[in-house]
Nanobody, 123 residues
Framework: QVQLVESGGGLVRAGDSLRLSCTVSGGEFSTYGMGWFRQAPGKEREFAAAISWSGLNYADSVTGRFTISRDNAKKTVYLQMNSLKPDDTAVYYC??????????????????WGQGTQVTVSS
């Protein structure tokens, strides 16, 4: 059974940074395309960033501020978030796609999901 566990969320002020981590167990991490999504209160879940064998992908809203990376030896994907804004407040979810080349924004392409970690940015 594949499990994803996120960590690193918290309460920060606008302009601060946070690094989220997502550790995968029970699967072949190095073969997965990995993504980060987020869901703000009252809004739909939206794509933030992805990393795969074919490269990186970012939503326009986070480009230049967020950086996704992975450590296959640690079976962990990271999301470094800089210059945080109140609009970044959301529950952040990591997700794994069985297609190692996939780095898209379609949530349906991701087979496995974590439970989420809360990020709150105060103004």
């Amino acid at each position: 059974q594949v499990q994803l566990v996120e960590s690193g969320g918290g309460l920060v002020r606008a302009g601060d940074s946070l690094r989220l981590s997502c550790t995968v167990s029970g699967g072949e991490f190095s073969t997965y395309g990995m993504g980060w999504f987020r869901q703000a209160p009252g809004k739909e879940r939206e794509f933030a960033a992805a990393i795969s064998w074919s490269g990186l992908n970012y939503a326009d809203s986070v480009t230049g501020r967020f950086t996704i990376s992975r450590d296959n030896a640690k079976k962990t994907v990271y999301l470094q978030m800089n210059s945080l804004k109140p609009d970044d407040t959301a529950v952040y979810y990591c997700a794994a796609a069985r297609n190692g080349y996939y780095r898209g924004s379609n949530a349906a392409q991701y087979a496995y999901w974590g439970q989420g970690t809360q990020v709150t940015v105060s103004s």
